[in-house]
């Protein structure tokens, strides 16, 4: 690691990448795309993942909860390994900067990659009842642990290794693998569904993904061990200059506590909701209120990704040049503009007939205002009991737009759609033939103009190339944008959060916040946006919050964030 370190100080503009250093980013990377791909397997898997684990029967055999519901448990319990991302990041950034970089992401994958394993091996609800989903958040939190202290020491690692005026380059290897990792796992999952069938997949090929990731632990393990500790941890040591209280000194000692706050607030915020919107939400978005069959939307997402990943190189690299403020601060603004345009022109290219019905179908919910509460229900857990409320369930589930009016009090609920009145009562009443599962209420929208499921017009993929079509791609065109203003916004985020802290406490104060930001502001931001459209009625309404935070923090970051680009890390 000699060479590594003499390398460091020579001119970064003069001298080319070396061995030593391509082998520390190679190493750091790996690791880290196959951290998230286990990550993100779950999160993909969302809706299987519920039916087996979620599916919980009472003693007379009966669904104790909805799919919908069942849907949103498992949404919650991918949150669950966001919600406890700071707290490993806590944990794990001081065992770094007390002990060292190297050891501590070497235990952070092992822990990963054994609580994935084990998902893979875990009965579902229908053999061992409650204890399935009980064991399967406690795996989904040790994940999230470890992922709090995976991210912070594979950045700090290769940022430590790396020439002031190159860091951005450097790390921005390390900012692929969270899109790597979310395409390897979309990969391994339309493979296997390819493979196997949709039955055998809904049934027992889920697992599949999650065993085999077993192999990429062993190779990761195993080329991490060959790697030595970094440089400036290693010169800190021998000067006896380390922290003995890394979290005192992050969080209660000024002014290291005051770019804590600042990092999330005017970085990382905006950053993680741009980034779980371009990605994850589109996804949601696609698939939950577009109607996409999850196999498309995959395909879809996994195209925008395949398109768009050297960008975070590009913008890495761009950084060095011209500063991190700009890149990182212009794409939140970029996003939080232009998102509302986009979001319209991918619903009208994916499911043109849903957008139409949506600019075009009046419709009401007429309603004593004392029955219509509130429809915000981010944990999924309300039943609603009201005619009002259940109608606009009904409603937002099936992504209509609807506008609420205040009725005769005392006078039952009642839905206009197109000028055509229905008890709101009624709505869920069959009609016809039970297996053909209508109801009065999807006859009524679907004569209105909404589409049925399976509309022709929906796009549709049936191979993995079959994206040589206006309509497909119009929307990997789209989808690509959206990964545009990801790749700007985290390609550079780790040297900017690098730069802010001195060595002693860097792995803990960089690690807090940016998993606050993506652990909580963008982690949440899916089932919270969902949320807001259910409560609304309008298919865009989630989008203010991610608009909101974005915009916030290019505000505050241009305000209060300094600029970090030409410092040299290995003296602070």
Known sequence: MASVETGALADPQTRSITGAERKVIFASSLGTVFEWYDFYLYGSLATIIAAQFFSLKDPAGDFIYNESTRNIFALLAFAAGFIVRPFGAIIFGRIGDLVGRKNTFLVTILIMGLSTFVVGLLPNAASIGIAAPIILIALRLLQGLALGGEYGGAATYVAEHAPTGRRGLYTSWIQTTATLGLFLS??????????VGED???????????????????????????LSESPAFKKMKEEGKGSKAP????????PNNKYVLLAL????????????????????????ILKVDGYTANLLIAWSLLLGTLFFVFFGWLSDKIGRKPVILAGCLIAALTYFPLFKLLAETANPALAHAIETVQVKVVADPAECGSLFNPVGTRKYTTACDKARDWLAKASVKYTTEAGPAGQPAKVVIAGKE???????????????????????????GYPKAGD?????????????NPQAGTVIGILFILVLYVTMVYGPIAAALVELFPTKIR??????????????????????????????????????YPIVVAAATAVIGFLFIPETKDRDIHTI
Do not use: C
């Open 456 to 468: 022709a017009s929906i796009v549709k993929l049936s191979s993995p190339i079959d994206i040589f």
């Open 507 to 544: 792995y803990t104060s960089m690690s807090l916040p940016y998993h606050i930001g993506n652990g909580w502001f963008g982690g949440l931001l899916p089932a919270t946006a969902f949320a807001m459209v259910a409560a609304t009625g309008d298919i865009y309404y989630g989008l203010w």
């Open 265 to 288: 607030l005017g970085l990382v915020a905006g950053q993680g909701v741009v980034w779980y919107t371009g990605q994850f939400y589109a996804l949601f978005f696609l698939q939950s």
């Open 422 to 448: 229905i008890a709101a009562a009624d709505l869920e009443k069959a009609v016809g033939d039970p297996k053909d599962k209508i109801t009065v209420g999807s006859q009524a929208i679907t004569e209105a």
């Open 186 to 195: 979309l990969v391994v999952i339309l493979g296997v569904r390819t493979i």
């Open 247 to 254: 979290l005192t000194e992050s969080f209660f000692h000024y």
């Open 200 to 226: 055998a997949f809904k049934e027992w090929g889920w697992r599949i993904p999650f065993l085999v990731s077993i192999l990429l632990l062993g190779v990761s393990v195993w080329i991490r061990l060959s």
